[in-house]
């Protein structure tokens, strides 16, 4: 898809992110951290919620991906992650 067709899809989730006041304190603490990092809670991160134990997992993985100590170079891990969205044919 041309990048100049990207701006026009519009993308739905065909899971319901779980109410946000109903999820378990360990849920909350995700979500408080995403709030203070992007302003809200990750779209992936709220589907996740709904089993809080895969979330707990996916949360440690992405942990592990960010960590300083991963072989990609900070300064390259952006421009790796618009690369893979590409590949795939997701609008990054």
Known sequence: MPVEEASEVMVVSRIAPPDESRVPPAVREVFAAEIERYGTPL?????????????AAYTA????????????????????????????????
């Open 43 to 55: 779209n992936t991160t709220k589907v996740w919620a709904r089993h809080p134990g895969l979330l």
């Open 61 to 92: 993985w992405r942990q592990a991906m960010n960590d300083a100590a991963t072989a990609i170079p900070a300064e390259l891990k952006y421009l790796v992650y618009v690369r893979v969205a590409s590949l795939n044919g997701c609008p990054f």
